[in-house]
């Protein structure tokens, strides 16, 4: 099998990225699923990135479900599934008319946003207001963050916080949430993998490099099932944040360039 030509940097950036991303879908409920392809959009495409990626996700997806089944919450997914699938038309949509540097500004921005979002903990305050209301949100908010969620996800394969929004008010354990991620971000994979290729996203030379890749998949989801009981999640993020920060940064700068 020939590679196809990358910058050198791009192994070692790939590595990192699949690795964590593997931990946080494995044992923190892919809420830092979101740091691939910013990271690796440092070194080629946003575009190729999230090509590169997608077969590592679903790789990823069939370890992360067996280990969680069973304990996710079929009552959520069926009010989050629709809206998921409605965002993945409209990345769809967007990844297919914008150009490449609109791309690299929107994951950028999605990036930084994300990061802010996640050192703050607004997500977690809004779902805490959000739960301590009277009525727990219904199916409405939930359709909503599942758009949200689709299009992040489409886009960049980074669903998890609008996704949190929804799933952190509706008191479910923490083992329930990150088997609910687990499922339903993996079927929002499986079913991107039809407008990736027709977008052309899942080509020869992105799917090389997504073999080659393949095994940190189930490496990444064991790392993150071991470390589920053994480190905080503050800890985790705080470095996979800080990380994801600096690379929408530089996208940005880069797209404005």
């Known amino acids: 099998m020939t590679l196809p030509e990358v910058p050198l940097a791009f192994y070692p950036v790939a590595v990192v990225a699949i690795l964590l991303t593997g931990i946080s879908k494995g044992g923190f409920g892919a809420a830092a699923g979101g740091l691939a392809v910013p990271i690796l959009s440092l070194v080629i495409a946003p575009p190729e990135a999230a090509g590169i990626m997608l077969p590592i996700l679903c790789a990823m997806d069939i370890f992360s479900v067996y280990a969680w089944r069973g304990r996710w919450s079929i009552r959520h997914l069926r009010i ?9 038309a409209l990345g769809s949509l967007a990844f297919g008319i914008l150009p490449v540097n609109a791309i690299r500004l929107i994951v950028g921005l999605i990036a930084v946003l994300f990061s802010v979002n996640k050192y703050f903990a607004l997500t977690e305050r809004l779902a ?17 963050c599942g758009v949200f969620s689709g299009f992040t996800s489409t886009l960049a394969h980074a669903g998890g916080p609008p996704f949190a929004v929804y799933i952190y008010s509706q008191r479910l354990d923490k083992s329930a949430i990150v088997a609910t991620s687990a499922l339903l971000f993996c079927i929002a994979n499986y079913v991107k993998l039809a407008p990736y290729y027709f977008l052309g996203q899942l080509n020869l030379s992105n799917l090389s490099l997504s073999l080659l890749f393949a095994p940190l998949a189930p490496l990444g989801i064991w790392l993150g099932i071991w470390l589920h009981k053994r480190i905080s999640e503050k800890a985790f993020f705080q470095i996979s944040y800080l990380l994801l ?13």
């Open 245 to 257: 920060f600096f690379s929408g940064v530089k996208l940005i700068r880069d797209a404005l360039a």
């Open 80 to 88: 989050l599934l629709p809206g998921v699938l409605t965002g993945i």
């Open 128 to 144: 805490a207001r959000l739960s301590m209301s009277e009525q727990t949100p219904g199916s409405v908010t939930g359709a909503i």
